[in-house]
């Protein structure tokens, strides 16, 4: 691992990657990169290289894990090995089952789960490249891919962290922010705002929270942006073909 740095924001407020403390990093999207799947999604955020994939609604088994009212939705985010500096043992770990439960209760308030009762929808999310902030770039992958599989969902989710370092809030921690940093907190919320994560490593004040999750609404507003442009370029923007053919 590389070694502490002195500074964190320098005298002109820039942080080690030039950014300010309150931009995110660039994010790339790529829908329906898999053909065997329902629904997938390839991201890019930062030095982050995340692949999203949605199989389903499809009969669930075991019969007796059939939910009779709704669907299940069951979320999966793995690490591959060759994603980290020093390789990471292949299969779950506690880290890689914990992310996966939150992540999947992050989309509970949106999946319209009453379609397709005794059915499962699974979620893949599979990181290639890690560079912090994984488990958000994996929601905000996710959100795409089961947008592109047809999932109904009453919206999107997107999702960011803030953090602390050099005693100033900052918002989506690269590596070096994520690792020596004095906090780290990721957010995911609907694009109403209704927050649907939310963990946090280190300590912040209640002032501080309350500013740094100002912060993360920002930051997620400019994701759902990117997410919805990437639904328009593939799906086309229904508003706008409804008036052509008027
Ligand atoms: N990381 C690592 N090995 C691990 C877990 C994490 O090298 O076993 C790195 C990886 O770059 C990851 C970062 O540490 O993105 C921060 O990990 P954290 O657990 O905070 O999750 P994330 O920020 O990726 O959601």
Redesign the pocket.
Known sequence: ?SDKPERFIDDEGLRLDGRRVDEIRPMKVEMGVLSRADGSCYLEWGN?KVLAAVYGPRELHPRRMQKPNEVLVRYKYN?ASF????R?RPGP?R?STE?SKVSGEAFEPVVMTQYYPGAVIDVFAE?LQ?????????INAATLALADAGIPMKGLVSAC?VGKVDGQLVLD?N?PE??YGQA?L?VAMTQDGEITLLQM?GHLTPEELEEGLEMVKKGCQQIIEIQREALISRYGNEDEEGEEAE
Do not use: W
């Open positions: 691992m982050n690490m994603s980290v500096e020093d990471i770990s880290r992310i990181v890690a560079d912090a902030g994984t488990r958000t770039a994996a962290a921690l590596k994520d690792n780290d990721p490593d």
